[in-house]
């Protein structure tokens, strides 16, 4: 099992504003960085290739009105997993972190573990600038 937290990152926009652009998938490519090829999405699914990688499916399983989005793998995508947004109100602004968790065998747990926290970790920096 991988597990990976980005740990929480302040957005100046209010909850439900954060929730209703998370829980459109079409917006997560906004926040994809170039490597990112082949993009399909619809408001509940998306597909996508990172260059050098494998193919990734996910469609949501759960959306928890501004509180929590919860995303899962299907078809292609080469191992289980599930991606969930966390938003919580802070003043004026939201917090939101992204907590993913793949089921993978150690080998493939130490070959992905860098790439996969770089790109969480690229996705969660970006989100503020939707909101600018």
């Excluded at 597909?47 to 949501?60: C, D, H, L, R």
């Amino acid at each position: 099992m991988l597990a990976i937290n980005t740990g929480f990152k302040s957005i100046a926009a209010n909850r439900s504003k954060v929730y209703a652009y998370l829980a459109d998938i079409n917006n997560l490519k906004s926040l994809m960085p170039d490597r990112v090829e082949g993009w399909s999405s619809d408001t509940d699914s998306c597909s996508f290739a990172i260059k050098g990688m494998a193919q990734i499916e996910m469609k949501v399983r759960e959306r928890l009105p501004e509180g929590k989005i919860i995303l899962e793998s299907f078809g292609k995508s080469p191992f289980p997993f599930t991606l969930e947004a966390e938003l919580r109100e802070a003043g004026n602004a939201t917090e939101v972190a992204l907590l993913f968790n793949g089921e993978m065998n150690a080998f493939m747990k130490m070959m992905a573990e860098g790439p996969l926290t770089n790109f969480f970790g690229m996705l969660i920096e970006k989100l503020p600038e939707q909101f600018a």
